[in-house]
């Protein structure tokens, strides 16, 4: 048996997201990345006409009709073969989006994001670029540009 969620299903959802988001008064910018998932894009908060407890609220109100279609479809974009190993699945969605070469290994991914984190080393490629925000999120982290 197989199945998956359609492109078009992904958009109806997303694009209801944000309706609803709107409603609720806030507006977030988002971004879609290489392959076809939308991920929030970071923003300076003093220049929002919402506050974090709108934000969050509108997120309770809106995120349960989006979040299974949300994360299963990135599940099926971001790690199609559903690698256990986040790292592992995190590096082969690198290699794909052609961010890495095929070289670069899960070992090597998880010392360059210790370091990074640390602020003692950089990711050979920019956590920020849309397509690594998804293979990055696959392999567990999550990385917030600041204002």
């Known amino acids: 048996m197989t199945g998956g969620i359609s492109s078009a299903d992904y958009e109806s959802a997303h694009a209801a997201f944000m309706e609803c988001m709107a409603q609720h008064g806030v507006q977030e910018p988002w971004k879609k990345a290489a392959n076809g998932v939308y991920y929030p894009q970071a923003y300076d908060t003093t220049k929002v006409s919402f506050t974090t407890a709108q934000l969050y ?27 256990a190993d986040p790292l592992h699945a995190g590096v082969t969605c690198l290699r794909s989006v052609g961010l890495v070469d095929a070289s670069y290994t899960a070992e090597q991914l998880k010392k360059d994001l210790d370091a990074a984190n640390a602020g003692t080393g950089a990711l050979p490629f920019s956590p920020f670029d849309p397509s690594a925000t998804g293979c990055l999120n696959i392999a567990g982290y999550y990385f917030v540009q600041g204002p």
Do not use: G, V
């Open 57 to 83: 609220a509108a997120r309770d109100a809106c995120e349960p009709e989006n979040d299974d279609i949300e994360r299963l479809y990135q599940i099926q974009q971001s790690n199609p073969t559903l690698l």
